[in-house]
């Protein structure tokens, strides 16, 4: 059906129909993810065979079913140290929501920051931009523009230290971040 300009897909096999034709059907990310990573581009942003093979090396960095473990033990503690630490009032979205999906993810990728609330404000303009933004309003444009320029910096920080740590012989060529 189309709404506000635009065709939506919704049924299951509808959307695999679409999927089977990249040919046809474009991922309409590429510019945005470029811009967004500085002149590279992602996954989000590519089609074909160049997405399957970085599609391959993501699942092959990220083992979810061998992380859950983690992230959950991860979630309840940040969660309940807020809960823990909320004087009797919390703001879900706020302080419970982004706060620890941030420190999640900071932790699990290795990543550093002053501060993990202004880490998910990043994220949140960065995909806002992405998936929230079908028009291109110039406002969703600058504040995307801004997080991705520092979450660029906070994992390129994050690499040099890994390199620099491999330099040194503290962590081997297999570690992640």
Same mark, same amino acid.
């Given at each position: 059906?189309? =709404?506000? @300009?635009?065709? +939506?897909?919704?049924?299951? /096999?509808? !959307? $695999?129909?679409? #999927?089977?034709?990249?040919?046809?059907?474009?991922?309409?990310?590429g510019p945005e993810m470029e811009a967004l990573a500085g002149g590279a581009t992602f996954v989000l942003? =590519?089609? @074909?065979?160049? +997405?399957?093979?970085?599609? /391959?090396? !993501? $699942?092959?960095? #990220?083992?979810?079913?061998?992380?859950?473990?983690?992230?959950?033990?991860?979630?309840?503690?940040?969660?309940?140290?807020?809960?823990?630490?909320?004087?009797?009032?919390?703001?879900?979205?706020?302080?419970?929501?982004?706060?620890?999906?941030?420190?999640?993810?900071?932790?699990?990728?290795?990543?550093?920051?002053?501060?993990?609330?202004?880490?998910?404000?990043?994220?949140?303009?960065?995909?806002?931009?992405?998936f929230g933004d079908p028009y291109g309003d110039e406002r969703v444009r600058a504040l995307s523009d801004?997080?991705?320029?520092?979450?660029?910096?906070?994992?390129?920080?994050?690499?040099?230290?890994?390199?620099?740590?491999?330099?040194?012989?503290?962590?081997?060529?297999?570690?992640?971040?």
């Amino acid at each position: 059906f189309k =709404l506000a @300009g635009f065709y +939506h897909i919704t049924r299951d /096999a509808d !959307v $695999r129909q679409v #999927l089977l034709r990249p040919d046809e059907f474009t991922v309409p990310f590429g510019p945005e993810m470029e811009a967004l990573a500085g002149g590279a581009t992602f996954v989000l942003g =590519l089609d @074909g065979p160049e +997405h399957d093979r970085m599609h /391959a090396l !993501v $699942r092959h960095a #990220l083992r979810p079913e061998a992380d859950m473990g983690l992230v959950r033990e991860l979630s309840q503690s940040y969660a309940q140290a807020l809960l823990d630490n909320a004087k009797g009032r919390i703001d879900v979205i706020d302080d419970l929501l982004k706060r620890v999906a941030a420190e999640i993810c900071l932790r699990y990728f290795g990543l550093s920051v002053d501060d993990p609330s202004q880490f998910a404000d990043w994220t949140l303009a960065v995909s806002a931009r992405l998936f929230g933004d079908p028009y291109g309003d110039e406002r969703v444009r600058a504040l995307s523009d801004n997080g991705a320029k520092r979450l660029r910096f906070v994992v390129d920080h994050a690499i040099a230290r890994v390199r620099q740590a491999q330099a040194k012989g503290v962590v081997d060529d297999q570690s992640t971040l």
